[in-house]
Each structure stands twice: as structure tokens, then as C-alpha cells.
């Protein structure tokens, strides 16, 4: 699976958008890019996936540029409960299971 | 739906000691996959079970082991507890784990503490 590369930390103001970017120069064709948050001391919490289109739920949006070498995570309207730490991952389906491999990922603080 | 449920949420053990520890996978789920997560060495992947079979191991001894049951429900064993051991155990599931994109959704996982 390709290695995935983000800022340690962020801070976003609460009721503004949080944009979370995510570098993945070496991901390959049959990679999906999925993300992931961990509030502390819980068990991650599926956010949103894509794989080369941007892609919207009710949680978030996913934008991936066209060469889909870096993305970025969009938490519309961030409020305190959005502070955690945002896991992106590359991961391969095709062949075995994709056991998940978390990065240090970025830790979002949203303040007041 | 409801979503992964792991039991217990806490325990609290002492090294030499054995613990056994459950997941339940969301409803028509099949792979269930096990993590240990530490600060020191983040998520670190145990091993994956589908249709009661172990499909992928990582790369843990053999103190940890587990099972899945026909009802596609998850337990993994730590025997002879070492105080390393301490850390958080998750649980995760997907409809089946293998080809096109399939979401692992973790439980809230269970702390173990070993003293």
C-alpha cells in the first residue's frame, strides 16, 4: 500500500470548514484513498472513501486531484466534537485483505 | 444497524494471566479483523478470520490467538499476559475483506491493562 504523508497538527475555528490534506504521490491505480478519525481512547470511525472521483457524504467531502497524487478531507461546518486525530490510507483491494496501517495521522483541534 | 460491539470495554489483568476477549461483527458482516493499538507503535494489524477461517496473521507470537464462530462472532486469546500486552484491542468488520473496496468498521475496543 502507498505511503501516505500529513501535517501533524491543525487547528480550525468552530462553524468554519476544516481542510485536511493528505500527500499519496506513490499510490497506484487499484489504490482507494480512505480516511479515518480517532477520538482519543475510542475505536476509529470510518469517515469517507474514493478513488478517483470527489465524493460527498454526510459526514464529509473527499476531493482527489485528477493525478491523484495528494487529497484533501473537508469537514464542512467543524465543531468541537470533530477535534480527534484524521487518519488517511491508501489501500489496496485487490489482492489480500487490507489490514489497515495508520500513519501518526493529523490531530485537529477545533476551538471555540 | 448496529454497529461492532466488543466485550469487555476494560480489564484489568496480571502478568501470567490468560484473557479472552469478544467481538461481534455488524449484522451479515463475514471478516473480522483484530488490532492492537499502543502509543509507542500505533495500530498494528493482529489477524483477519472469514467463514471461521484465519485468513491473514500479522506478525504477533503465538501467545495470541482467536477464532470465529459460524455466527461470523470473534474471540481472540492473550495467554501468559506480559506487561507490554497493556493496550487497546479493536475489533473490526467488513461484508468481506477481499477485492473491491470494503469499509472495516472498528468497535470501541477493549483496554487491557496488565499489572
Known amino acids: 500500500d502507498a505511503k501516505t504523508t500529513q501535517p501533524p497538527s491543525m487547528d480550525c475555528a468552530e462553524g468554519r470548514a476544516a481542510n485536511l490534506p493528505c500527500n499519496h504521490s506513490t499510490i497506484s491505480g487499484n489504490e482507494y484513498v480512505y480516511w479515518y478519525r480517532q477520538i482519543h481512547s475510542q475505536g476509529p470511525q470510518y469517515i469517507i472513501h474514493g478513488l478517483k472521483n470527489n465524493e460527498t457524504n454526510e459526514m464529509a467531502s473527499l476531493i482527489i486531484t485528477e493525478d491523484r497524487k495528494s487529497s484533501t478531507l473537508i469537514l464542512p461546518h467543524a465543531t468541537l466534537r470533530d477535534t480527534a486525530v484524521y487518519y488517511c490510507?491508501?489501500?489496496?483491494?485487490?489482492?489480500?485483505?487490507?489490514?489497515?496501517?495508520f500513519g501518526k495521522g493529523t490531530k485537529l483541534s477545533v476551538k471555540p | 444497524k448496529a454497529g461492532v460491539t466488543q466485550t469487555p470495554r476494560y480489564l484489568i489483568k496480571t502478568r501470567g494471566q490468560q484473557v479472552t476477549l469478544s467481538c461481534s461483527p455488524i449484522?451479515?458482516?463475514?471478516?473480522v479483523s483484530w488490532y492492537q493499538q499502543t502509543p509507542g507503535q500505533g495500530l498494528q494489524f493482529l489477524f483477519e478470520?472469514?467463514?471461521?477461517?484465519?485468513?491473514n496473521k500479522g506478525n504477533f507470537p503465538g501467545r495470541f490467538s482467536g477464532r470465529q464462530f459460524s455466527n461470523s462472532r470473534s474471540e481472540m486469546n492473550v495467554s501468559t499476559l506480559e506487561l507490554g500486552d497493556s493496550a487497546l484491542y479493536l475489533c473490526?468488520?467488513?461484508?468481506?475483506?477481499?477485492?473491491?473496496?470494503?469499509?472495516?468498521?472498528f468497535g470501541p475496543g477493549t483496554r487491557l491493562t496488565v499489572l
Open positions: 478470520y472469514f467463514s471461521e477461517t484465519q485468513r
Open positions: 449484522s451479515g458482516h463475514r471478516s
Open positions: 473490526a468488520s467488513s461484508f468481506r475483506g477481499r477485492g473491491s473496496a470494503d469499509t472495516q468498521y
Open positions: 490510507i491508501a489501500l489496496n483491494y485487490g489482492g489480500s485483505q487490507g489490514n489497515l496501517i
